[in-house]
């Protein structure tokens, strides 16, 4: 795809107020597999991105969700 347009459209939905949260994909053996720029720059813009279990998953949507720090 287009990553300068996706950036572009990320950043505008951010400064319309839509709470933009990004789930990364895990792999079959269950690492996180996305492009590491990407992802940089997606939450260069303030928004959440992240990859996680299933189990941790609705704690980490929530606090994402709350424009908590998912790093903490």
């Known amino acids: 795809g287009n990553g300068r347009e996706l ?3 990320l950043a505008a939905l ?3 107020g839509v ?3 990004v789930l990364l994909a895990l792999t079959d ?3 996180p597999g996305y492009d590491p720029a990407m992802a940089g720059s997606v939450a260069a813009l303030g928004i959440p991105v992240f990859a ?3 189990d ?3 704690e980490m ?3 994402a969700l709350r424009r ?3 790093g903490a």
């Open 52 to 54: 996680c279990t299933p």
């Open 7 to 9: 950036l572009r459209r």
């Open 19 to 21: 709470n933009v949260v």
């Open 56 to 58: 941790l998953f609705p």
């Open 29 to 31: 053996q269950g690492r």
């Open 14 to 16: 951010v400064r319309s």
């Open 61 to 63: 949507m929530a606090a």
């Open 68 to 70: 908590e720090d998912i």
